[in-house]
């Protein structure tokens, strides 16, 4: 199958690059690995700051796809890439062949394993949960702990996986504070005698609106924050759960009873962006993510001519952010295939 | 019992659950600026008292909001009620009015002028 581009991933990122790039003429083949398109959005029920649907997001990149430059190949899983003198050769596990003359990677992230900070319990206690947990019960309109109970006490916590060297993630994740404010309010929306606490070590809300959500949530909803990273969960007897964590603004350490703690899940680079790093030869940084050849003035350029990056394959990314990157791959591709 | 020249140390864990929050409720319900504070200490620093001897006004909200309080029951009357923490807060708190609120509360739940 001949094509100009090969967006690989149809999440945010690579919807909107290859529905960008077919509207400007070329043709585009869209692989995806999975069944479904949209990535991690099709998982959340709002989005932060304005707290619309994802389902409208997702609507709008549909939109997208209706364009007879794209090609939609859905359930592919590349077994090898790599460039000849001519271009790109792509080859699925069902022996599909796809040629190009340049290729996006839009491969994105995978929600940090929360299993692996065992000192929360997730998997272990039942009323621990994660962010994306957390989500699909505001979906499924069920907020209720595992014992059948609305929970009255609710615990967030930020930075799970994110700015923590145990995890082998010296990087912040960016949007897990404002998604714990976000869920903070809506939890206090669905149950409005709850009390929810946020354990940060720090409130970063670089975005716009977030820092007013936070204000909203303090003054509005009531929502406290405490500083202080929970250092260890358990469970007594009636299966609520005990945290500890120091109060570092009150210079104690604190314990505090809680029905349900919410672990606010960072960022990785996602194994499918892995994957295909290591058949092209992509180069990636400290933090995993791929590398891009210019911080300030090449974001979507990679170490290979032909190859570009669009959204969170290379740094944690909202979605504002993913589609303005998306954006501007095309504009970078466009360009490269002009030469 | 016998004295075997011993003593337990008391905890300094906060213990949220054990703690009476009712001074802090008190607060919250008529001046909610209270909840807005984000512990950035600018009262404390301007704070005319807290540059002599040792009260911090950010520190007593904290212990409220936690239910801790004993210290701010010994230290909230230090305060001189100038105003600069409300000219200082870079979120509108009401700092001063929460000091008289405090003392109400005091008076009201503890049968203790402070």
Not at chain 1, 121 to 135: P, Q, R
Not at chain 1, 138 to 150: A, M, S, V
Not at chain 1, 186 to 202: A, G, N, Q, T
Not at chain 2, 42 to 69: D, Q, Y
Request: some cysteine; aromatic content about 8%; charged content about 25%.
């Amino acid at each position: 199958m001949n094509s100009d581009v090969i967006v690989v991933g149809a999440g945010v990122a690579g919807m909107e690059t290859a529905g960008r790039l077919a509207e400007a003429g070329l043709k585009v083949i869209l692989l995806e690995k999975n069944e479904v398109t949209g990535g991690h959005v099709t998982n959340w029920y709002h989005l932060f700051p304005d707290r619309r649907p994802g389902s409208e997001v997702l609507q709008y990149l549909e939109s997208l796809k209706v364009n007879g430059n794209l090609d939609l190949l859905k359930g592919i899983n590349l077994e090898d890439a790599r460039k000849d003198k001519n271009g790109f050769i792509l080859r699925s596990s069902d022996g599909d062949i796809f040629y190009s003359k340049a290729v996006v990677v839009a491969t994105g992230f995978d929600l940090f394993k929360s299993e692996r900070k065992e000192e929360y319990g997730y998997g272990i206690y039942d009323n621990v949960i994660t962010s994306a947990d957390l989500e699909r019960k505001f979906r499924e309109g069920d907020l209720k702990t595992t014992g059948g109970k609305l929970p009255e006490r609710i615990g967030m916590v930020h930075c799970v996986g994110s700015r923590d060297e145990k995890s082998g993630n010296l990087y912040c994740s960016k949007l897990c504070c404002v998604t714990a404010v976000k869920q903070a309010i809506e939890i206090k929306e669905h149950l409005p005698e709850s009390r929810v606490f946020c354990f940060y070590m720090d409130i970063r809300m670089a975005g716009a609106m977030y820092e007013e959500l936070y204000m909203e949530a303090q003054e509005k909803y009531g929502i406290s924050f405490i500083r202080g990273k929970v250092s260890e969960a358990g469970e007594s007897i009636d299966n609520s759960l005990i945290i500890k964590v120091e109060d570092t603004l009150a210079g104690r350490p604190l314990k505090m009873e809680l029905d349900m703690l919410v672990l606010m899940a960072g960022m990785e680079i996602s194994r499918g962006s892995q994957s295909i790093g290591s058949m092209l030869g992509l180069e990636t940084g400290e933090n995993r993510f791929f590398r891009v050849r210019d911080y300030h003035i090449g974001s979507n350029l990679s170490n290979i001519d032909g190859v570009f990056y669009a959204g969170s394959c290379t740094a944690p990314m909202n979605i504002t952010d993913t589609i303005s990157h998306a954006r501007a791959a095309v504009t970078e591709v466009i360009g490269y295939l002009k030469q | 019992m016998a004295d075997f020249g011993f003593t337990l140390s008391k905890g300094r864990q906060i213990d949220y659950e054990a703690n009476d929050k009712r001074i802090a409720e008190y607060i919250y319900s008529r001046e909610p600026s209270f909840r807005l504070c984000i512990e950035c200490g600018g009262c404390t620093a301007t704070c005319t008292t807290g540059n002599f001897t040792e009260f911090s006004l950010r520190e007593l909200h904290i212990l409220m909001k936690r239910g801790e309080n004993a210290k701010v029951r010994q230290n909230i009357r230090k305060c001189m009620l100038c105003g600069k923490c409300t000219l200082v807060c870079p979120r509108g708190v009401n700092t001063r009015n929460i000091v008289f609120l405090a003392k109400e509360a005091f008076q009201m739940f503890d049968n203790h002028a402070v």
